[in-house]
């Protein structure tokens, strides 16, 4: 086990682990090594990565001196300067500036520090105070911190109260102290790098086989590098789509396979195409504020015909030999502008465009739609759904069946099951659930159906049956990608992106 490793160790590496027995911080191994710092991090790397070594990584605080605190280092503070410029007599701001060798700037600070220390007496003329006669002969807790980084940086970690304080102080005032953030990096021999760091580590081995030594045969008897490919090794992240986008083209890369068309359209649409058209009453409370995202103004609805089979479908059923819902429908009502709340509308849009001889047919759509939902870790005001319609006149509920299997197959669910339902476009009606392995539980994620001929007859002009479904993406979307909070999804965490699975089709 110990030649194997040995016999797998690139030449960095054999470097590197020559000097470790003495060598224990990064800024000595270099030195001892003879090599770049990029060089030694690079062997500390697979040398880890074998387990052979352990590294230990701390951020540490370095403050040292900056431009003017080098200067004031070597040449005196001001106040320094100010106080000993009055140790023979009282003397006026110009006469101190002369004297002291201080600029404007010094001068205020100057005497903003000795008189909080009531060191000075101001008037016509400055002279000292007996606690500033006794500052002549002491040094000040910023003048001692100053010498002390004059003979090499400080650690924060490692400061005395009196230090904190004269740190807090000079960091007041510009380019006297600077604080850089530096990464120490300390290495531990393990078991297998004590008994590899006792071995010859001076073994040339061949690291790669070449053209002229097949030719010459020259490469017989020679001992090769043993390569280790279990050896951990940094990834790589290439530019790509945010996952979400992925899953969307992925979902329409099935649908379309399945011989699906895609239908597209705005994200606002009237309450007709909204609502109206797949018969929701006008007074329902689905159409309130507090559900729906309403925007100013109003479009005028231009399909006469099916608007007027619209209305009498709501007021008295048309002939769909329904009674339908019993009330004055307005048409002012239905010309409201809104956030779509599904992509059903689509649908029906798609609907309402179609001939017989267009028959049969089979649509999807992918898109967001928005509810006035109040925000948290499984709710979310915009949503992922894909919608599906097929119009056939031999068109059934098992037919319906086996388009949802066949989709949350090629999606990677492995359990699926079906059940009676209600919702309000169809009748028959199903849901559709996946097994969760990891929950253990069923989960819905689709609703289905045979539309209504209360939705379908206005739309098309003629009885044709239609199998519909609406499915939630974003739920299937949190389960398979490990997310925990919906609102992940639209994150732009780069590590997230970077490391979350990839739908490719």
């Known amino acids: 086990m110990v030649m194997d490793l040995l016999e797998s160790l690139s030449p960095l590496e054999r470097k ?20 770049s710092e990029i060089e030694v991090l690079r062997a500390l790397q697979f040398l880890e990565n074998k387990g052979i070594i352990k590294t230990k990584k701390q ?58 220390k009531a060191a000075i007496n101001l008037g016509s003329k400055i002279s000292l105070t007996n606690p500033g006669k006794n500052l002549l002969d002491k040094e000040l807790y910023e003048e001692h911190f100053l010498h002390k980084l004059l003979n090499g940086g400080l650690t924060s ?119 109206d058209a797949l018969f929701v009453p006008q007074d329902h409370p689905v159409r309130e504020m507090q559900d729906t995202f309403f925007v100013e103004g109003k479009i005028d609805l231009k399909e006469k015909e099916i608007i007027s089979r619209v209305k009498a ?28 709340t599904h992509t059903t509308g689509l649908s029906a849009r798609m609907l309402a465009s179609l001939k017989k001889f267009d028959l049969p047919a089979k649509f999807f759509a992918v898109g967001n739609a928005f509810r006035n939902e109040t925000v948290d870790w499984k709710h979310s005001f915009e949503f992922l759904q894909s919608e599906g319609i097929v119009i056939d006149e031999n068109i059934n509920l098992r037919n319906l069946i086996g388009y949802l299997k066949e989709f949350f197959v090629k999606m990677g669910f492995e359990k699926i099951r079906v059940k009676p ?32 001929p209360e939705l379908t007859k206005p739309l098309l002009g003629f009885e044709c049956p239609v199998a519909a479904w609406g499915i939630g993406i974003d739920r299937s979307l949190m389960d398979q990608c490990a997310i925990k909070d919906i609102r992940e999804l639209h994150k732009n965490d780069l590590k997230q992106l970077k490391e979350m699975k990839m739908f490719i089709k």
């Open 16 to 35: 590197v682990l020559k000097v470790l027995k003495e060598n224990k911080k990064l800024a000595e191994i270099q030195a001892a090594s003879k090599l």
């Open 59 to 116: 951020e540490k605080e370095i403050i040292l001196l900056d431009e003017n605190g080098l200067d004031y280092a070597r040449n005196k503070l001001p106040e320094r300067r100010f106080l000993e410029a009055l140790k023979d007599r009282e003397l006026t701001l110009d006469e101190i500036k002369e004297k002291a060798k201080i600029n404007d700037d010094e001068l205020k600070i100057s005497l903003g520090v000795l008189k909080s």
């Open 157 to 275: 970690s490692g400061l005395s109260d009196n230090e904190r304080y004269a740190l807090n102080e000079l960091k007041k005032r510009k380019k006297i102290i600077k604080i850089e953030n530096i990464r120490e990096i300390e290495v531990d021999l393990l078991d297998s790098g004590e008994k590899l760091a006792s071995k010859n580590l001076d073994n040339n081995l061949i690291e790669s086989l070449d053209t002229e030594m097949l030719k010459k045969g020259s490469w017989k008897g020679k001992k090769f590098r043993r390569y280790d490919i279990d050896s951990a090794l940094p990834r790589i992240y290439g530019g790509r789509r945010h996952f979400v986008n992925e899953s969307k083209n992925y979902i329409k890369r099935i649908w379309l396979d399945m011989g699906f068309k895609e239908m597209t359209g705005s994200l606002v649409q009237p309450c007709f195409w909204n609502f």
């Open 313 to 340: 479908t709501h007021e008295n059923g048309w002939t769909t030999k329904s009674k339908g819902w019993g009330y004055q429908w307005n048409l002012s009502e239905a010309q409201k502008l809104v956030l779509r």
């Open 421 to 452: 339902s209600f919702f309000a476009f169809t009748e028959p009606s199903l849901e559709v659930e996946i097994w969760h392995p990891e929950k253990k539980e069923w989960v819905e994620v689709a609703g289905a159906g045979i539309f209504r």
